[in-house]
């Protein structure tokens, strides 16, 4: 092959391919690469401004996409320029990843591979480090995410997620309407908040916020108020039945214990099916409860008091949901059931939050389906000890999702 035809091949516009040598007992195939002589416009590295001195010329060696069984590198010559602004600096090139000793058509190679495969299946493809890989799909995010345009941000989700013993928490702040990750933040403190709206978000930004879907959790509604005062506060119901659940479950233990013999064997094993929204349940298992029922009046009343709470939510009034909140709290009346005199006190505290679902609608567990992604994530692979990372991660895949349901739609 002539230099003319590795030029058409290699299809950098601009650029030409000099001079070529082929190792055959190495496999390898490195291509000299430099401007065309018509390609004179110099771009500063640093502001992008144009038409500049060249000052200096140097060459960098690039692994470059493999070219049939031949392991490709290329040694690229490259400028650097007086810029009357910035000084002397590199020129802008954009088949070269920055500083990445690999071409760029490579990093995209490699990142998109990253999208559908864990690292260490795609460093075993290329022939890289794993390590290599995480840093070149790194690379690639963070272009990825430089291009995108971010829309306008009219509601939060706040939560957290637990990492494990070492790393506790990590707060999680997501927009309700593409149900993508906008930032992480290491603890689940009022402050751990307060950088997000400090740093993240200009005072334009903050202003369009309208509501914030969170759970129960003091230091986060404190945060928001203290930077958004318009903001709605919406409890998520996901949580409020979560807490609601747990009440049911510290029932069922309760009963258990003060039961013995025979009737024990009525709860025994039918954790999963109290914390079960009935109508998830099939015939066999809704007549499994009945019995339970039938011989335990308390479990009884705290699965109804669980799944009658779920109402709630379908009011359109808030006065009409400030009537059956009430109604449903003065149910526990004379009933001895601590667990949900504990979770009737905690909805009063909160009760604005949790009718604020009147004034304000927000979809409801988006927040826990960006947990789910993360989580998954977190499971498939190691190596997102960096948070950046991680958060790259999670809106490409929340955005490649999006992608697929518009396309659906379309189609
Ligand atoms: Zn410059």
């Known amino acids: 092959m002539t230099e003319r035809e590795f030029s058409r091949i290699l299809g950098w516009p601009g650029y030409k391919v000099y001079r070529h040598e082929i190792d055959e007992a190495k496999r390898t195939l490195r291509l000299w690469v430099r401007r065309d002589r018509k390609n004179k416009l110099l771009i500063c590295g640093n502001c992008g401004g144009r038409g500049h001195r060249v000052e200096e010329v140097r060459e960098r060696e690039l692994r470059h996409l493999p070219c049939m069984k031949y392991q490709t590198w290329l040694n690229v010559e490259y400028y650097r320029v007086k810029c009357p602004k910035c000084g002397l600096r590199t020129e802008r090139m954009d088949e070269m990843a920055g500083k990445s000793p690999f071409s760029k058509d490579l990093e995209d190679d490699v990142g998109l591979a990253c999208e559908s495969a864990p690292a260490r299946q795609v460093a075993r493809r290329f022939q890289l480090a794993a390590s290599t890989v995480r840093a070149i799909d790194l690379r690639y995010l963070e272009r990825w995410s430089k291009s995108r345009n971010r829309p306008v941000?009219?509601?939060?989700?706040?939560?957290?997620?637990?990492?494990?013993?070492?790393?506790?928490?990590?707060?999680?702040?997501?927009?309700?309407?593409?149900?993508?990750?906008?930032?992480?933040?290491?603890?689940?403190?009022?402050?751990?908040?307060?950088?997000?709206?400090?740093?993240?978000?200009?005072?334009?930004?903050?202003?369009?916020?309208?509501?914030?879907?969170?759970?129960?959790?003091?230091?986060?509604t404190k945060s928001i108020?203290?930077?958004?005062?318009?903001?709605?506060?919406?409890?998520?119901?996901?949580?409020?039945?979560?807490?609601?659940?747990?009440?049911?479950?510290?029932?069922?233990r309760a009963e258990f214990y003060r039961k013995g013999g025979q009737k024990r064997g009525f709860i025994k094993g039918k954790r999963w099916l109290l914390l079960t929204r009935w109508f998830n349940l099939d015939n066999d298992k809704r007549q499994m409860l009945n019995e339970l029922f039938r011989h335990n009046r308390k479990m009884m009343k705290a699965y109804l008091l669980k799944e009658s709470l779920d109402r709630l939510w379908t009011y359109k009034y808030e006065g009409a949901a400030r009537r059956y909140l009430n109604r449903w709290i003065d149910q526990l009346k004379w009933q001895r059931l601590k667990p949900f005199e504990k979770l009737a006190r905690m909805l009063l505290r909160h009760e604005e939050g949790l009718l604020n679902y009147c004034r304000m609608k927000v979809p409801f567990g988006v927040v826990e389906a960006v947990n789910g992604n993360i989580k998954a994530l977190l499971r498939r692979g190691r190596g997102y000890r960096n948070l950046r990372y991680l958060l790259l991660k999670a809106q490409q895949m929340a955005a490649s999702k999006t992608e697929f349901v518009t396309m659906k739609k379309v189609a």
């Not at 928490?169 to 992480?184: G, M």
């Not at 933040?185 to 751990?192: H, I």
């Not at 309208?210 to 003091?218: K, L, P, R, S, T």
């Not at 506060?233 to 510290?250: C, G, L, R, S």
């Open 153 to 220: 941000v009219k509601q939060l989700g706040v939560d957290e997620i637990y990492l494990g013993k070492r790393q506790k928490f990590l707060t999680v702040v997501s927009d309700l309407a593409t149900a993508e990750p906008l930032w992480f933040g290491p603890e689940r403190k009022e402050a751990t908040l307060d950088e997000f709206f400090a740093r993240q978000l200009s005072a334009m930004q903050r202003g369009r916020i309208q509501a914030a879907c969170v759970d129960m959790w003091e230091p986060f």
């Open 225 to 252: 108020l203290k930077w958004v005062p318009t903001c709605k506060i919406v409890f998520d119901k996901f949580h409020v039945m979560q807490h609601a659940n747990q009440a049911v479950d510290e029932v069922r």
